[in-house]
């Protein structure tokens, strides 16, 4: 199925179940990935691990891991220790509200680094698992921001200059939870290697109620496959 | 002469003349400055010393120092060991070649923080002191990357969906090295308290032959005012 078109691309990985089905579709497009994950003081960091297992599973040419300070920043409930994390659902993003999980210009941040790595790697496509359905709420994950970044790294690197533009490449961008369901299992994504829980306890077990819980049971329900998550 | 505007103002201080210029700037139009210095493995690490100063002597809200990879990505003389820094003059952007002591995606990364800052403190201002005329030959010092960053911020963040939005604010942009020092000057800088080499010595003695020091002593030159600097 998979075919060789010899070019590259930095893939931004997660460890959640978006950023796993994403990296399983650019290497069955035949991209050589390079796969980076950021360390940014997220409650969350079993991502980091999580991630890990992925790019290993599915066989990435490199993975990087960066630290970066964003944590400082405070602003979110996925940084700052004094928001509390929704539980009940009332903070799912609807288009017109910003959730109080969202991160300051968290998207811009790892995008500008992954177009670092393209520029030196010479990869002409960057991959991120933004998605505007079950995101809508967060103004860094919409079709025109993406756009705009792509203009603009195009004008910033010495390999948009040189006419050998880069492509944001959102695979996911338009998908409903349960599609990426649906389609990272027919490219044989094991699930139970992504995480999603904003706070997983100590023995690694998701909590179930918060609404990154939430999004994913009703996607796994939807897409009638059984969820692999092991919850508390 | 200063006026109080009431907003606030992030402020990227990365301890050269330049930006010390810009910083001085950014205060005497009445902003608050919250600056921010990136460790990022540069060669010329002294300059976050002398922008502590800078920041101290000229009177800032805050500032921080931000510690990035950045330097693991290669690919620059600034952060790679083994290119060497030019010193014969032959690396100056001359609007067609890119030089070798540019780092990737260096000033799109930069912003980026900036605009997380930016957000969190509800600033709508963004100094960085990008040049084009000195430094032509990088692709992320030109008016048109400033003008495709400042679109893509707004579309990524709060304060640009909800309507405030942030301008990307180059007073240098188009300023030749003399008439920098020249306004510097006029606003009481003291160019002492900055550096511009790519290789202080360890006795924190400029070392005059680098591209960096080049352009400054022929900017002092041609602004007729004494450089304060202390060369090797």
């Known amino acids: 199925m998979s075919k060789r078109n010899l070019d590259k691309a930095v893939v931004l990985l997660s460890g959640g ?40 599973a599915l066989g990435v040419k490199s993975h990087e891991i960066v630290h970066l300070d964003i944590g400082n920043m405070g602003g979110s409930a996925l940084t700052d220790e004094s928001i509390d994390v929704p539980e009940n659902g009332e903070d799912l993003g609807d288009g017109h509200g910003i959730p109080v999980t969202y991160v300051p210009a968290r998207n811009t941040i790892f995008l500008s680094y992954a177009l670092g790595y393209a520029e030196v790697l010479e990869a002409h496509n960057i991959f991120i698992g933004v998605n505007s359905v079950d995101y809508s709420g967060y103004p860094d994950c919409r ?83 059984p969820d692999p998550t092991l919850y508390a």
Chains 1, 2 share one sequence.
């Open 143 to 225: 079709p025109e921001f993406i756009e705009a970044f792509e203009n603009m790294a195009n004008l910033a690197t010495r390999i948009g200059v040189e006419g050998r533009p880069v492509r944001i490449q959102t695979p996911l961008i338009d998908l409903t939870k349960d599609e990426i369901i649906r389609t990272g299992l027919s490219l044989n994504v094991d699930y139970g290697s992504t995480v999603s829980c904003y706070q997983l306890d100590s023995d690694g077990l998701a909590c179930g109620v918060c609404d990154s819980c939430r999004i994913r049971k009703a996607g796994f329900a939807k897409a009638g496959a």
């Open 17 to 56: 179940l978006d950023s796993a089905t994403m990296l399983a579709i650019a290497i069955n497009q035949g991209l050589d990935c390079h796969c980076i994950s950021f360390d940014y003081g997220q409650r969350h960091v079993a991502e980091i691990r999580f991630a890990g297992r992925i790019a290993q």
